[in-house]
């Protein structure tokens, strides 16, 4: 198994680089490929529903591609988190991710508690700061979108965490597709 931080590196070089390179270094390394070109899932998402999607009516998602969507967002979602929280190093900021369910703990200044729900396929994420909300995947946006106002998870966490943090922060949540492997 490869470090995490060698595979978050891996990732960053494969994203300016390609997709086949990052692969061959998965496969090398002896671990399951993590990138696949997104196009085959972008397509498939795309030509069969993104006629359906509106802010207020989610597309139908497949239970698989609905899990690897969610699987993908958590992992990136956690990922991220982890090497934020070791970059800052603060004493009582904390990330665990237990049975789908992902809390970061940011001491005085609250808790996030981000879970997947299979039963309606959507993200659901607690904030300290604007509350509850419900996620749906958007293939028109690639990432999940709030109902009520169209906003993107991705938006939300980065402009939140990055004012906790004082400075700018992207949780990676642009283009989600980019971390699945192809299921086309």
Same mark, same amino acid.
């Given at each position: ?5 060698? &595979?978050? !590196?891996?990732?960053?070089? *494969?994203?300016? %680089?390609? +997709? ?21 899932? %972008?397509?498939?998402?795309? @030509? ?5 999607? @509106? ?7 497949? $239970? !698989? =591609?609905?899990? !690897?969507? *969610?699987? &993908? ?13 070791? $970059? !800052?190093?603060?004493? #009582?900021?904390?990330? $665990?991710?237990?049975? #789908? ?21 959507? =993200? +659901?994420?607690? @904030? /300290? ?9 958007? /293939?028109?946006?690639?990432? +999940?979108?709030? *109902? ?10 980065? %402009? $939140?965490? #990055? ?8 949780? #990676? ?6 971390? =699945?492997?192809? =299921?086309?």
């Amino acid at each position: 198994m490869i470090p995490r931080r060698l &595979a978050s !590196e891996v990732l960053c070089v *494969a994203r300016r %680089r390609s +997709w086949s390179a990052a692969n061959q270094f998965f496969r090398h390394a002896n671990t399951r490929p993590m990138l696949a070109p997104p196009s085959a899932l %972008r397509h498939r998402l795309m @030509s069969t529903a993104a006629a359906q999607s @509106s802010p207020s009516r989610p597309i139908p998602l497949s $239970e !698989e =591609i609905y899990h !690897e969507l *969610a699987d &993908a967002t958590m992992e990136v979602l956690l990922e991220n988190f982890e090497i934020l929280l070791d $970059e !800052e190093g603060k004493p #009582g900021y904390e990330i $665990e991710y237990l049975s #789908g369910v992902l809390t970061l703990s940011l001491g005085d200044k609250g808790t996030y508690v981000i879970n997947k729900q299979p039963p309606n396929k959507q =993200i +659901w994420l607690s @904030s /300290p700061f604007s509350g509850p909300k419900r996620y749906d995947y958007s /293939p028109k946006h690639d990432d +999940w979108r709030y *109902a009520r106002d169209d906003s993107s998870m991705g938006d939300l966490l980065n %402009r $939140e965490i #990055g004012e906790v943090f004082g400075r700018d922060v992207n949780v #990676g949540l642009d283009d989600i597709t980019q971390y =699945i492997a192809d =299921i086309a």
